[in-house]
Nanobody, 116 residues
Framework: QVQLVESGGGLVQPGGSLRLSCEAS????????MSWYRQAPGRERDLVAT????????NYADSVKGRFTISRDNAKNTVYLRMNSLKPEDTAVYYC?????????WGQGTQVTVSS
């Protein structure tokens, strides 16, 4: 079955950096676009970034453009989210996502807290 396992979250000061990882299994990773979403307390889950199957096309939410970078390693079945210049408003649970056969799959999420 499809499994997505996120890691790399934590507490970081404003202006700091983190790299999130999402290891995927149970499907042909290189055949699907991958996405990162985030959900802050009391808010809806929002799309952060998407990467195409081969990694050549990426898209970002306006709020993270120029600060976050999504990438993937198809040999390792892993998608990454590099987050620089973090702000308190980036605080959220970050989720990895794939849609296969019209079904949305989510990881368990990893908490990112940006605070001094």
């Amino acid at each position: 079955q499809v499994q997505l396992v996120e890691s790399g979250g934590g507490l970081v000061q404003p202006g700091g950096s983190l790299r999130l990882s999402c290891e995927a299994s149970g499907f042909t990773f290189s055949s699907y676009a991958m996405s990162w979403y985030r959900q802050a307390p009391g808010r809806e889950r929002d799309l952060v970034a998407t990467i195409s199957r081969a990694g050549g096309i990426t898209n970002y939410a306006d709020s993270v453009k120029g600060r976050f970078t999504i990438s993937r390693d198809n040999a390792k079945n892993t998608v990454y989210l590099r987050m620089n210049s973090l702000k308190p408003e980036d605080t959220a649970v970050y989720y990895c996502n794939v849609v296969t056969r019209a079904i949305n799959y989510w990881g368990q999420g990893t908490q990112v807290t940006v605070s001094s």
